[in-house]
T-cell receptor
């Protein structure tokens, strides 16, 4: 059962534009991770958020965990071609269960 | 940082043969490892959770007799695809849970092609 819905599913933008990816669920998670995956490779961890309302920044990427710990967002400022990839959110709970989002495929056009 | 390796990175086999994929945590001990399957431009589908020294927990719809998982040590888990068929062709990815945190570190994946 897919508990985390990501939107949009596909996104193609011009270099320099801003974008936001959403990760929504009806379930509460103890923590949430964001990963980026390039074709033919495994996902690479970008960030882990654990506190409701938490905001973390990683250069041009801003991650926010919802107050109720049910949703999260990833905002990219001034996107670059190197940001192209599949972005995945993943929520975990205290029961050692991890649930991956449906994924957002981002293409940044030079 | 936490590094996870997979071997082989790609494999081509004939239908009916078995293929073993190894997943190793190189610089940390992983009591829990996960095996995923992924189709192009789609998210990861959890196949099973592997705990060191005990039987793997399989997700609904995953045949445990077809996808054999062994987690013999704190740094190694293996996935054996038995009697592989073309529909088993996919990208298989493992991950290892770092200590008691909620973070998984992923291997680079294994591309399996069954002819």
């Amino acid at each position: 059962t897919q508990l985390l819905e990501q939107s949009p599913q596909f996104l193609s933008i011009q270099e320099g534009e801003n974008l936001t990816v959403y990760c929504n669920s009806s379930s509460v998670f103890s923590s949430l991770q964001w990963y980026r995956q390039e074709p033919g490779e495994g996902p690479v961890l970008l960030v882990t958020v654990v506190t409701g309302g938490e905001v973390k920044k990683l250069k041009r990427l801003t991650f926010q965990f919802g107050d109720a710990r049910k949703d999260s967002s990833l905002h990219i400022t001034a996107a670059q071609p190197g940001d192209t990839g599949l972005y995945l959110c993943a929520g975990s709970n205290t029961g050692n269960q991890f649930y991956f989002g449906t994924g957002t495929s981002l293409t940044v056009i030079p | 940082g936490a590094v996870v390796s997979q071997h082989p990175s790609w494999v081509i086999c004939k239908s009916g043969t078995s293929v073993k994929i190894e997943c190793r945590s190189l610089d940390f001990q992983a009591t829990t490892m996960f095996w995923y399957r992924q189709f192009p431009k789609q998210s990861l589908m959890l196949m099973a959770t592997s705990n060191e020294g005990s039987k793997a927990t399989y997700e609904q719809g995953v045949e445990k007799d077809k996808f054999l998982i062994n987690h013999a040590s704190l740094t190694l888990s293996t996935l054996t695809v038995t009697s592989a068929h073309p529909e088993d062709s996919s990208f298989y990815i493992c991950s290892a849970r770092y200590r008691t945190t909620d973070t998984q570190y992923f291997g680079p994946g294994t591309r399996l092609t069954v002819l």
